[in-house]
């Protein structure tokens, strides 16, 4: 239990700060914070712990970190056309998750066959 309320304090101490830097207008900071290898980090560290395959991790991942990039240059291309920005906003999410559910879906048949 004690190791959940760990992950817990862990995940919710990057989104306060997220929020935090938000508050302040602070968009450097904020996007170092969105931009740290954490993830990596933790996932490599769990990886060790439960014996699971670093490669099929990575290269998900790879996949994913394209599909949210790719969902980011959207949102600024609409931004700098002078789109509203919860038009941007929403359409680059609804491509990203299109993008997830179309990754997942061939995922599982590739794990399937």
């Known amino acids: 239990?004690?190791?959940y309320i760990i992950q817990f304090i862990i995940?919710?101490?990057?989104?306060?700060?997220?929020?935090?830097?938000?508050k302040k207008n602070n968009t450097i900071k904020m996007a170092i914070l969105i931009a740290l290898p954490i993830r990596v980090?933790?996932?490599y560290f769990y990886s060790l712990i439960t014996n699971t395959d670093l490669h099929e991790i990575y290269s998900s991942s790879l996949s994913t970190?394209?599909?949210t990039f790719a969902m980011v240059i959207l949102?600024?291309?609409l931004l700098s056309m002078n789109v509203n920005k919860n038009i941007a906003f929403w359409s680059s999410l609804i491509f990203w998750v299109i993008g997830i559910s179309l990754f997942y879906n061939y995922s599982k048949q590739k794990i399937q066959s």
């Open 65 to 67: 970190i394209g599909l």
């Open 75 to 77: 949102a600024v291309i």
């Open 41 to 43: 980090i933790l996932s």
């Open 1 to 3: 239990m004690l190791e």
């Open 11 to 22: 995940g919710g101490t990057l989104f306060t700060l997220l929020y935090y830097f938000s």
